[in-house]
């Protein structure tokens, strides 16, 4: 009885080193995209190298697909969510918002170059012909999910939370459709986050 105890471990134990095992592992987490030390966490592979000549294997067989230097996907980066895709390479808490959000929803008409990312990390980047810029917010406020919602596994700002983000950064921000607006539900949102009221004293005084 104990020889065969021991097989099934070994047995288990070369399944979750095999390819199989590996990505029908990553498939049962949801995740699509991976930094390189998680996999190497999720894996159990400890030397360096190995994972490195592991990944390189797996790349050149299309079981994975780099994104860009210790940055991993399931998907092809041509198919992945570009809001996805720049919040999982930031590897930390981060959200769209700003001007992305507020371009979408209509609240301003001129798209910016870049889409916009509230994070702890104040960085420009681009990946998969797509340019970011991440504008890095206090944990205080950033830990803070008044208006911020989960869709596909993103982190958004709604149209509210935009505002007090954008207005944060930028107190004199224009805004071209300002009937776009519930001013009441950004008040609130602004007080839930803990912005200085200040920040909405340039839309206070043009009223």
């Known amino acids: 009885m104990e020889i065969n105890r021991q097989e099934v471990v070994k047995r288990k134990t070369r399944f979750r080193g095999s390819a199989g095992g590996r990505f029908s592992q990553l498939a049962t987490m949801g995740e699509k995209i991976f930094h390189a030390h998680d996999l190497a ?11 490195h000549t592991t990944l390189t ?89 008044a208006g911020i919602e989960i869709r596909d596994g993103m982190r958004i700002a709604s149209v509210s939370r935009a505002i007090v983000d954008m207005l944060y950064f930028n107190p004199k921000k224009h805004f071209d459709v300002l009937t776009a607006v519930n001013w009441n539900e950004v008040r609130n949102i602004m007080f839930l986050v803990g912005y200085p009221i200040r920040i909405l004293k340039h839309y206070d005084d043009s009223k």
């Not at 966490?41 to 994972?51: A, E, M, Q, Y």
């Not at 509230?118 to 944990?139: C, H, M, N, P, Q």
């Open 41 to 51: 966490n999720i894996w159990n592979i400890r030397n360096p190298s190995t994972l």
């Open 57 to 145: 294997r797996y790349t050149s067989q299309g079981l994975i697909y780099r994104v860009q230097k210790g940055l991993y996907s399931l998907n092809k980066p041509d198919n992945l969510s570009p809001y996805l895709l720049g919040i999982k390479a930031l590897h930390g808490p981060a959200y769209i918002s700003c001007e992305t959000v507020l371009f979408d929803n209509g609240v301003i008409n001129q798209p910016s170059h870049y889409i916009s990312i509230v994070s702890g990390i104040s960085r420009r980047f681009s990946l998969a012909g797509t340019d970011y810029r991440s504008r890095k917010l206090s944990d205080e406020f950033l830990f803070n999910d």
